[in-house]
């Protein structure tokens, strides 16, 4: 039961680094290194760039990219709860 629970977390966590729209290579570094989409926003480009060994500039293009998918994520909660008026 642990097992599958600790299964399912960890590809929750690996499926929300996919949609990231950054290179495979950074996509497996994130992964790797425990990251998520909220981690990464939490952190920050400093952090990342720290933890991960990188340039500043590779940083933010991830961490723009998590943004983005943050951006998506509200806007699609956005629409879900307004209503259309006709």
Same mark, same amino acid.
């Given at each position: 039961?642990? @097992?599958?629970?600790? *299964?399912?977390?960890?590809?929750?966590?690996?499926? +929300? %680094?996919?949609?990231?729209?950054? *290179?495979?290579?950074?996509?497996?570094?994130?992964? /790797? *290194?425990?990251?998520? $989409?909220?981690? %990464?926003?939490? @952190?920050?480009? /400093?952090?990342?760039?720290?933890?991960?060994?990188?340039?500043?500039?590779?940083?933010?293009? %991830?961490? /723009?990219?998590?943004?983005?998918?943050? =951006?998506?994520? =509200? +806007? +699609? +909660?956005?629409?879900?709860?307004? $209503?259309?008026?006709?």
């Amino acid at each position: 039961m642990l @097992y599958t629970l600790l *299964a399912y977390f960890e590809l929750n966590m690996n499926s +929300s %680094i996919e949609k990231l729209e950054i *290179a495979s290579g950074l996509k497996k570094m994130l992964i /790797d *290194a425990g990251f998520t $989409v909220d981690s %990464i926003l939490h @952190y920050g480009v /400093d952090e990342i760039s720290t933890i991960l060994g990188i340039e500043i500039y590779v940083a933010k293009i %991830i961490f /723009d990219a998590a943004k983005r998918i943050e =951006q998506t994520k =509200q +806007s +699609s +909660s956005f629409l879900k709860g307004s $209503v259309v008026a006709t």
